[in-house]
């Protein structure tokens, strides 16, 4: 299989990233191109089987897939580019602007005997190290064709297919999500220095916990709810903390945060 990937900046570089450390797309058939070629540098030091061009169109050449990772106020202009050398009968398009819908691609991309088949896809950053939670939508294509791409980027962690309409929620929770839990690690870094830690002791602590919390709901499968009960004893200090959180607002700033992110 080989993929080619237009645009090498944070999401697509950690794309190619990701891509060079699992087994279904050997790091020799990724191609990526990007106008700054230090940036292209940078995924050559990083593994030097990558092929970098700064040539869009040279870039799709023989590719099965090819995912636009540009910003959304580019991806007309890389469009224009690259359309009238796209084969719909041979390649996948996906892409990874948020925002631009299939309707706004499909008016960019369509010819006048086809459609493409699209994905939209959202990974977050972790996609560098086979962590991403990445939502998938799709048009114009067929199951296997959904398999394909969904098994690719589970292979970069985890990945979850969904209606359109539910990307800009989906955005919400997996991509902008990662900032929103590393403000509560940041906000727990500094609760613990100012109860005593260092603030590198503090952070591995969090970082830690965090982490074993979110294993214990994908290992068990339970509600969070349920490990919550599990150390929250009558009168204990654990849900004395959780009530103070709560009058400050916890769940409700949590929820306006993610109900903001999805609007424009």
């Not at 299989?1 to 060079?20: D, V």
């Not at 010819?111 to 799709?138: G, H, Q, Y």
């Not at 150390?231 to 993610?258: D, Y």
Request: charged share 20%; net charge negative; glycine share 8%.
């Amino acid at each position: 299989m080989k993929i080619a990937i237009i645009g090498g900046g944070n999401m697509g570089g950690a794309i190619a990233r990701g891509l060079t450390q699992g087994t279904l797309v050997a790091p020799s058939n990724i191609r990526v191109s990007d106008l700054n070629e230090t940036v292209l540098a940078d995924l050559k030091k990083f593994n030097e089987a990558i092929n970098t061009t700064t040539n869009n169109i040279s870039a799709i050449s023989g590719a099965e897939i090819v995912i636009i990772a540009v910003k959304p106020w580019l991806v007309e202009t890389v469009a224009n580019q690259i359309k009238n050398d796209l084969n719909y009968s041979k390649q996948t398009i996906v892409s990874i602007a948020a925002g631009i819908s299939f309707e706004h691609l499909n008016a960019l991309l369509a010819k006048e005997d086809s459609l493409p088949v699209l994905f939209r896809v959202i990974p977050n950053t972790a996609i560098a190290i086979l962590e991403s939670m990445t939502i998938i939508a799709s048009s114009n294509a067929s199951k296997d064709q959904e398999k394909v791409i969904k098994t690719i980027f589970d292979e970069l962690g985890k990945s979850i297919i969904v209606e359109e309409r539910l990307m800009a929620a989906g955005t919400s929770l997996a991509s902008c999500g990662t900032a929103f839990a590393l403000r509560y690690v940041r906000a727990a870094m500094e609760g613990g220095v100012e109860l005593g830690f260092y603030p590198d002791a503090a952070k591995e602590i969090v970082a830690q916990t965090v982490k074993g919390a979110v294993e214990l709901l994908l290992t068990n499968g339970t509600h969070p709810e349920s490990e919550i009960d599990k150390v929250t004893t009558p009168g204990g200090i654990t849900i004395k903390g959780l009530n103070e959180m709560e009058h400050a607002g916890f769940t409700s700033a949590v929820i306006r945060g993610l109900k903001a992110s999805t609007t424009k």
